[in-house]
């Protein structure tokens, strides 16, 4: 990955990969999802539901489109070399359709990474355990009018000081929701854009939203995070280690919390 799309990353908090699967494994990719739901591509009468969620997706076009050459050289710049582990799927799809009804899950948040014992809901923390990157795998043509996901340039950055009152033990997303829609609200907002193939790669810190769809064609993404290798959980990022070279993830938490002293364990 070139330096400059490094750089964006750190500054913006995401960076989009143009092609970074090719569209004849999108193609099979949104085939294989069409068979998931209860509606068909040609019968728009049969989009009966804002939102289809399906979930983790093994089969071989989805392996191919998460393991190209040019995501893994992107998450050994972003990540680091041997901190993330290869998908062996596609994680949650949310498909989005035009309906009149809207959608219950549009505000703005982060993504959880781990979930303690006993508890059903994904919680994060400040050396974002479980998870190292957020990433959006594009499977449809998504403009402005298709639903595209909301993201607030810059909001990273904010994310952290929200996260360090919590320390190691960190917070469920019920909770951190509210606090990170207020800290960011003042950020810039851009939409994820583009064309089947095209992959987000997302701090996973960074704060977006989905929104309802007013067009015509379903949007079909996929959002996995990308996880850290063994070695490096539960906390990819742990701030209580100074590294030589500290990826660029780590590098902006770190830079986020300035000087202060560092979050409990």
Not at 13 to 32: E, H, M, N, Q, R
Request: glycine residues 8%; contains cysteine.
């Amino acid at each position: 990955m070139r330096e400059e799309l490094i750089e964006d990353f750190v500054r913006d908090g995401f960076v989009k990969v143009p092609g970074a699967f090719s569209t004849d494994i999108a193609d099979a990719c949104a085939t294989l999802l069409w068979e998931e739901i209860d509606a068909r591509p040609d019968e728009p009468a049969t989009w009966t539901q804002p939102v289809y969620w399906v979930g983790d997706m093994p089969q071989e076009p989805f392996v191919q489109a998460a393991n190209t050459p040019v995501l893994h050289d992107a998450f050994d710049a972003l990540v680091g070399p041997g901190r993330w582990s290869p998908r062996p799927s596609m994680g949650s799809f949310p498909l989005r359709f035009p309906h009149a009804q809207e959608p219950n899950d549009a505000g703005w948040h982060i993504e959880g990474g781990y979930q303690p014992p006993g508890e059903t809901e994904w919680w994060t923390n400040v050396h974002s355990s479980g998870k190292t990157l957020l990433m959006l795998f594009l499977f449809s043509e998504i403009d402005e009018s298709n639903a595209p996901t909301r993201i607030r340039i810059g909001s990273h950055l904010d994310v952290p000081e929200v996260l360090r009152p919590y320390g190691g033990q960190g917070a469920p997303m019920s909770v951190l929701g509210p606090l990170v829609d207020a800290a960011s609200t003042h950020r810039r907002v851009t939409l994820a854009t583009g064309q089947p193939g095209d992959v987000y790669l997302c701090h996973p810190f960074l704060v977006h939203a989905a929104q309802p769809h007013h067009g015509s064609r379903p949007r079909f993404l996929g959002q996995p995070p990308l996880h850290p290798s063994p070695p490096f959980m539960p906390g990819p990022f742990s701030l209580s280690v100074t590294d030589t070279e500290p990826s660029p993830i780590g590098r902006t938490i770190r830079q986020a919390l300035g000087a202060r002293s560092e979050p409990s364990h």
